[in-house]
């Protein structure tokens, strides 16, 4: 095999059109189509720059006669050997998150709904509805609220358990087997339409369910019960909004973390501060948002917990990313 054809293997292995890969390379577009169509010869720059592109040897690719694609493994700084993720590893981590992602999606959209029945109940008991004290019906909204907390971590739980045996492609830097990184970009590729429509049709849904109960207290200021009610209703729909972001965000990272980036990039991982302190801070948030619906059993708004616990994080992990490269630049 020659080199022209070796370059448009390894090209498409990667995903890559023409035009990334003369982006990646410096040079024109039409550059990478002669050296793929043999009316012309790369100079030894840019062979060089391949060879680490494509993570293979120069001698591969100068040699005809060389037609195995060297499997050489990478090292890191430390001299140490990088762990290889296979092809059916990369099928069998991909099909666990989709498994992972049901479930974690699942236990939100149950988690967030645990309090409608004792909003509900209240609702019906100040219309007149239940023949129960207002006191015996919170007592009852109570027990199903913790019922379903605890249905909603089983999902959690079950869940983190059968994932963590992947934890290690959080964490440390690998490599891939051929074909693996084209495999998981066209994937990934495919599925960004999709990620698309979750956000967009996520976010509608919650402000719909936003809308619907800020409409209800404008309508009647003094109806209790009808506030309640409507309250049960928004959180339904931020519950079934969240649903569909967490399953496609949580799809979306698993091929991140295939290929090895965004958060999952090889610069991140090396982030050891932001990964100890996010756990930490996600902890804190619970906290706070549950003592706070306990004390003051306003469910109704203890929710917004969430959404500046989100733009906080957003604005805590920028700065540290931001210190971070600037001590490795250093």
Not at 274 to 301: C, G, N, Q
Request: net charge negative; aromatic share 10%.
């Amino acid at each position: 095999m020659i080199l022209a054809e070796k370059i448009v293997q390894e090209r498409k292995k990667n995903g890559w059109s023409q035009e990334d890969l003369a982006d990646k390379l410096g040079v024109s577009r039409q550059s990478v189509s002669k050296w793929e169509s043999a009316q012309s010869v790369p100079d030894l720059q840019r062979i060089l720059e391949m060879s680490k592109l494509f993570e293979v040897s120069t001698d591969y690719l100068l040699k005809d006669e060389v037609e195995d694609r060297p499997m050489e493994q990478l090292t890191e700084e430390s001299g140490k050997e990088l762990r290889r993720v296979s092809m059916e590893e990369a099928n069998a981590f991909l099909q666990d998150t989709r498994t992972f992602a049901g479930k974690i999606s699942i236990g939100c959209l149950i988690s967030i709904h645990c309090p409608v029945p004792l909003l509900v109940i209240m609702a019906l008991q100040k219309a007149g509805v239940i023949p129960l004290g207002e006191d015996p019906a919170g007592g009852l909204g109570i027990i199903i609220l913790l019922a379903i907390v605890a249905l909603s971590l089983v999902f959690f739980i079950s869940a983190g358990i059968a994932y963590a045996k992947w934890d290690w492609l959080e964490k440390e830097i690998f490599d891939t087997e051929y074909g693996v990184d084209g495999l998981v970009r066209s994937k990934s590729e495919k599925f960004k339409s999709t990620y698309v429509r979750a956000i967009t049709m996520g976010t509608i849904i919650m402000i719909f369910g936003v809308i619907v109960f800020l409409a209800g207290a404008v309508v009647d200021e003094n109806n209790e019960a009808l506030h309640m009610g409507l309250c049960g209703l928004m959180l339904a729909a931020i519950a079934i909004g969240v649903f569909r972001i967490v399953y496609a965000g949580i799809i979306t990272d698993g091929y991140d973390k295939l290929l090895q980036e965004g958060d999952y990039s090889k610069e991140e991982k090396s982030n050891t501060l932001l990964k100890a302190i996010t756990p930490l801070y996600w902890m804190v948030a619970t906290a706070i948002y549950l003592a706070w619906s306990f004390l003051s059993e306003r469910w109704d708004i203890t929710w917004i917990v969430w959404a500046i616990a989100g733009v906080l994080y957003g604005g805590i992990s920028v700065l540290l990313k931001t210190l971070h490269q600037s001590k490795t630049r250093h």
